[in-house]
């Protein structure tokens, strides 16, 4: 993305990370996201987060962070699974769970409960954690095939969607 989009510097950051990388001017960083990020306030112009949220402790401090280190006119990408989808929808009314990630079936055998989410998202929840947190959705985007038609009942249709967050007072 980085090289892509003309970026200066990128930084990555994951958990997994065992040291400070830096490949290309592209840092990877070891960072537990459930704490205070160490980006300063206003630092971010672009940030990308592609199903992580559902995985840490505290979704309304997530959307606070990204409100914190997001720069003024910079743009938060954020992606995340929908448990309102209608396969869920049906699982449910048949007494099954519902399924984010990992199918129920498979949850013992992997030792983690549907691909180790905390959270449960719909669109109307994160609609709520972008505003509590002084974000904006500037747009809202299904994922995956036959996007055009899902954009059409994202709730229904989307097992994930991406949204374009931004500052509230953002043109």
Same mark, same amino acid.
């Given at each position: 993305?980085?090289?892509?989009?003309?970026?200066?510097?990128?930084?990555?950051?994951?958990?997994?990370?065992?040291?400070?990388?830096?490949?290309?001017?592209?840092?990877?960083?070891?960072?537990? !996201?459930?704490?205070?990020?160490?980006?300063?306030?206003?630092?971010?112009?672009? !940030?990308?987060?592609?199903?992580?949220?559902?995985?840490?402790?505290?979704? +309304?401090?997530?959307?606070?962070?990204?409100? =914190?280190?997001?720069?003024?006119? *910079? =743009?938060?990408?954020?992606?995340?699974?929908?448990?309102?989808?209608?396969?869920?929808?049906?699982?449910?009314?048949? *007494?099954? %769970?519902?399924?984010?990630?990992?199918?129920?079936?498979? +949850?013992?055998?992997?030792?983690?409960?549907?691909?180790?989410? !905390?959270?449960?998202?719909?669109? =109307?929840?994160?609609?709520? %954690?972008?505003?509590?947190? *002084?974000?904006? $959705? $500037?747009?809202?985007?299904? $994922? *995956?095939?036959?996007?055009?038609?899902?954009?059409?009942?994202?709730?229904?249709?989307?097992?994930?969607?991406?949204?374009?967050?931004?500052?509230?007072?953002?043109?």
């Amino acid at each position: 993305l980085k090289n892509k989009y003309g970026f200066h510097s990128a930084i990555g950051c994951d958990l997994a990370f065992n040291d400070v990388l830096e490949i290309d001017n592209t840092k990877l960083l070891s960072t537990n !996201l459930n704490e205070k990020w160490f980006f300063a306030d206003s630092s971010v112009d672009c !940030l990308v987060a592609m199903m992580i949220f559902e995985h840490l402790f505290d979704p +309304w401090f997530c959307f606070s962070e990204v409100k =914190r280190v997001l720069a003024p006119n *910079g =743009r938060a990408f954020v992606n995340l699974p929908l448990v309102t989808s209608i396969k869920n929808r049906l699982r449910l009314l048949n *007494g099954q %769970l519902p399924v984010t990630s990992v199918p129920y079936s498979r +949850w013992r055998q992997e030792g983690h409960w549907d691909g180790f989410h !905390l959270h449960y998202f719909s669109i =109307r929840s994160i609609l709520d %954690l972008a505003e509590s947190s *002084g974000l904006k $959705v $500037v747009r809202k985007n299904a $994922v *995956g095939k036959f996007n055009r038609l899902k954009d059409i009942f994202p709730s229904l249709l989307c097992s994930e969607i991406s949204f374009e967050l931004s500052h509230l007072n953002d043109l």
